[in-house]
């Protein structure tokens, strides 16, 4: 995808589109980035894309070598703050013309892929789940504490866990991205985000209030459609 400022914008959308399904396609993402113009915001919105699909995310930062190290710490700084949503993806500062990192960032994209595919037992989702928990409990809500059972994997590419528990409805957005971090970190993952889907168990005492909502709403239902007989016309004398 070209800059916008380069290109038409019929040219840019066509561009774009086509990038998009690229993206779906493939299992690995190589992003390069030119670092003599830093982090652009067209940069951040496509790599939101990437991370939207869940796709392993490398990003090349090219021409570092032509940078000063306060262009470098510029660009470092432009990433913290505009690319900060990405902290799962691999970086690698790079030079396309003299070859210099590129090798390290091709060799990477293996570790990526088999992380996107990664295949993961349910003893030892769970095993990491509650090292979590007791490590870091799930916080009070309405005075009960939230308590999360066992996990298991749901999918690939990305890895997808499912925890299954009780009012995990009210799992805090913080908590999750706790959990999803230590299983990135204890499951070795490399470059590919971690999806987390909460289940509950059905509420027994709801399903018998709605059946017996249900119950009272055809009995009156019933009642109603009753024909009443009709009476007799009085007898003239």
Known sequence: VRRRSKVSEAVEKFSIVQTLRAIDDTHVVIYLIDASEGVTDQDASLLGMVLETGRALV????????LSEDQRDKVKRQVDVKLSFLEY?????????HGSGVGKLFESIGALYRSAMVDLSTPRLTEIMEQAIKAHQPPLVKGRRIKLKYAHQGGQNPPVIVIHGNQTVAVPISYKRYLMNVFRDKLNLVGTPVRLEFKSPDNPYLKKTRKSATNIAKGKAAKS??????RKPPKHR
Do not use: C, H, Q
Request: aromatic share 18%; no cysteine.
């Open 59 to 66: 990003i090349g930062f090219n021409k570092w070598d032509g």
């Open 89 to 97: 993806a691999e970086r690698y500062y790079i030079s396309a013309l």
């Open 225 to 230: 459609s009753v024909t009443k007989k009709p």
